[in-house]
């Protein structure tokens, strides 16, 4: 009995019982290698074990980075060697991105696992890390994946090879920093939270209806994101400030600061939710801002436009509890931007459209109008350029620039991933050392060739989304690229004044969707030559199979 099933089984898997008796389990492993081979092999072993374990009882547990890169090529040895087939977990690929979405803007990030002389341990890395492994392994197991996600990113050459110069650069930059400790750890999370992320977007948001799912959760979790600050305007302290259990206690000045809370010049409490500084929640919202206003203007159900209508008017309030100018900037040109590619998508769609040309053509004067209004009118003046009391603040980035420039034609392949601060060496009044804008930033750290890199990306991001938009006529989930647009031209500007890095991954997830969306345009495009022709070919297959008195009239 047990024979006649194994035959059957055979049979089913298209093989014969000779076939698979000469078929070895792991064939592609088997191999005899030299003898000299193996005791070398061995030998190597032994004397690296030796010298990891002397290193050990030297170093830790004060450096215990070193120890860990033995790790991590192993880890990426076995999944190089796992076998070839059709097997790969991509079903584990959604849940742990939309969780590490869900962290990234939901869970304070200094609430975390804390163990001496080892990075702490975050939600983003308990979700994040775990994604990326699953996305390696996918790719080291299945063809089929691997040649499917090289035809979404080979749809857009441009910005893949963008992408893949960044990550170059960022190992490069190791070589160049003081701090190689400091360096490693900002470099493992930019393979994870940004690299990784951009790769494992590209894959996700190329399934019909991902995009639209993504889009929904942004608004609600930011809703959600904006009550928590409007509570916290009302207590005047963080929710969850003295309930937080013990596992999740950092003894870390830095995190007991931001715990503690704020005030301005004016001794006016500064919400910052779940973010580490107003500044980072009041950037959150303005980059949700285009979304929102797209879920309102664009046809979708009534209670989802109802939903972003009371949502933006509470969001901007909230970025006004924040007292932080760029939340307030990235909302306005907000507006300005999605004002001006609307009309112009719209004025494509329908050439006898009044309002869309108008809006084109007195786009200029209404941009200058608003500019005026920015300087005449007192409130707006405030929150645009802000008064006395950001002064300080305003003349702290110019002297920033002053300084960093200099060190930036010094040396301009940078000083190290995660070394800009250091490498610019400003302290602000309070006596801690800080650096404002990512373009500068950026320069110190990996050098011109690298804002080069970096924020021709997020152009080239943006002008692909555009492209793709007009190609399609914002059809179906492609008019989501409009508002990705928007917010990846919003970065550019908000970058300009704020160095903090907590919201990059959102970024990256916008990238990588602005190129699987962009594969799908493509996809359809090409199918639509085809079905004309099926369509053709069925009319008149019927006009030729239709009874004669049919054919006669």
Known sequence: ?????????????????????????????????????????????????????????????????????????????????????????????????????AALILWPNYLAIAVANLPWITMLRLTGTPMVLIFLACISIS??????????????????????????????????????????????????????????????????????????????????????GAWEAKIQKLPWAGHIPSFLKVDDPIVQKILAGGMNRAEVYRVKATATTPLGLSELLGLAMPFALHMLIGKYPLYLRLGAALMIPFTMWVILLTDSRLGFVAACASGLFYLLFWALLRWRQDKRSLLAPALVLSYPAIFVSFMIATFAIGRLRAEFWGTGQQQYSTQGRIDQWYMGMPKVLKNPLGYGIGQGGKALGFKNL?????????????????GVVGFLVF?????????????????????????????MAVALLNFIIVKMVLSQDANHPLIFMILGAVVALNYRAKQQMAQQPVLAVKAVETATRRLTTSPPAFRRG
């Open 455 to 483: 924020y021709g990306l997020m152009l080239r991001g943006a002008f692909t989304a555009a492209r793709t938009l007009v190609a399609t006529n914002g059809k179906g989930e492609m008019r989501l690229l409009l508002p």
């Open 1 to 101: 009995m047990i024979r006649k099933l194994a035959t059957t089984l055979r049979r089913w898997a298209g093989r014969s019982e000779a076939e698979e008796a000469a078929q070895p389990l792991l064939a592609g492993y088997h191999r005899t290698p030299p003898r000299w081979i193996v005791y070398g092999s061995l030998a190597a072993l032994a004397i690296f074990c030796l010298v990891y374990g002397l290193l050990f009882g030297v170093m830790a547990p004060a450096r215990m980075m070193p120890f860990l890169a033995p790790m991590v090529v192993l880890g990426g040895l076995i999944l190089w060697c796992l076998p070839p087939g059709e097997y790969a977990p991509t079903r584990a690929l959604e849940p742990l991105f939309v969780a590490f979405f």
């Open 430 to 446: 309070a006596g801690v050392g800080s650096i404002d804008s990512y373009w500068l930033s950026v320069l110190l750290e990996i």
């Open 143 to 228: 063809a089929s994946f691997r040649r499917h996600l090289w035809e979404i990113v080979g749809s857009e050459k441009v910005m893949f090879r963008l992408v893949v110069g960044l990550a170059a650069l960022w190992t490069f930059s190791l070589a160049m920093s003081s701090e190689p400790g400091d360096s490693i750890n900002r470099y493992a999370l930019a393979m994870v939270n940004l690299i990784g992320v951009f790769f494992v977007s590209c894959y996700l948001f190329s399934r019909e209806g991902f995009a639209d799912l993504w889009v929904r959760l942004l608004l609600i979790i930011t809703g959600f994101l904006a009550a928590v």
